[in-house]
């Protein structure tokens, strides 16, 4: 689905444990390291930013959705799971 949407993605994460399963599937994808808080990007820098699976992680949840709003020209998307989920 993320092919759908751009040409050009980037995966963040909090380690570089984050990325072990992804490497072997997909090791072209661009990957960084960095806080959910101060991503390493100026403002407005992505057309978009998707979220998947984190605001339950999240303990600061509005400084986490501010953050995503600051590197983001035009919209967020943000995927958060059911109390039900798996994951």
Same mark, same amino acid.
């Given at each position: 689905? =993320?092919?759908? *949407?751009?040409?050009?993605?980037?995966?963040?994460?909090?380690?570089?444990?984050?990325?072990?399963? =992804?490497?072997? $599937? @997909?090791?072209?994808?661009?990957?960084?390291?960095?806080?959910?808080?101060?991503?390493?990007?100026?403002?407005?820098?992505?057309?978009?930013?998707? $979220?998947? +699976?984190?605001?339950?992680?999240?303990?600061?949840?509005? +400084?986490? *959705?501010?953050? =995503?709003?600051?590197? $983001?020209? $035009?919209?967020?998307?943000?995927? @958060?799971?059911?109390?039900?989920?798996?994951?």
């Amino acid at each position: 689905i =993320l092919k759908e *949407l751009s040409e050009e993605y980037i995966v963040q994460g909090s380690s570089s444990d984050c990325f072990e399963v =992804l490497d072997q $599937s @997909y090791p072209h994808i661009n990957k960084i390291v960095s806080s959910y808080f101060s991503l390493p990007y100026p403002d407005n820098y992505f057309d978009g930013v998707v $979220s998947i +699976r984190m605001m339950a992680h999240v303990e600061d949840w509005k +400084r986490f *959705l501010k953050e =995503l709003s600051r590197v $983001s020209r $035009s919209w967020v998307l943000i995927d @958060y799971a059911p109390i039900c989920s798996f994951n």
